[in-house]
Nanobody, 119 residues
Framework: QVQLVESGGGLVQPGGSLRLSCAGS????????MGWYRQAPGKQRELVAT???????NYADSVKGRFTISRDNAKNTVYLQMKSLKPEDTAVYYC?????????????WGQGTQVTVSS
């Protein structure tokens, strides 16, 4: 069982920065691929960035060059550094733990943290 708790969301002006954190509890955090997803009002949840257990990273095209995902297995935490934020980045951001290649393994989600980009 993995529990995920996001933090770091808030209101920021366009062009600003935020860093989201996702703290995981439970055993074997390091074996999970970790991801950040977001869901804007009236839209489907979409992938933002993922980092595998061995450190391979993937970004959505819309955030490449602006967002950076990282993980600290010693702290059971994954981060999302967001820069040059745009109003279209406004969404609830969710942390996810997954085990690609193990389709029967459970997937875990945090409760989400709101990011609002507005002047």
């Amino acid at each position: 069982q993995v529990q995920l708790v996001e933090s770091g969301g808030g209101l920021v002006q366009p062009g600003g920065s935020l860093r989201l954190s996702c703290a995981g509890s439970g055993a074997m955090f390091s074996i999970y691929a970790m991801g950040w997803y977001r869901q804007a009002p009236g839209k489907q949840r979409e992938l933002v960035a993922t980092v595998t257990s061995v450190g391979s990273i993937n970004y959505a095209d819309s955030v490449k060059g602006r967002f950076t995902i990282s993980r600290d297995n010693a702290k059971n935490t994954v981060y999302l550094q967001m820069k040059s934020l745009k109003p279209e980045d406004t969404a609830v951001y969710y942390c996810n733990a997954d085990r690609p290649g193990y389709p029967d393994a459970p997937k875990y989600w945090g409760q989400g943290t709101q990011v609002t980009v507005s002047s």
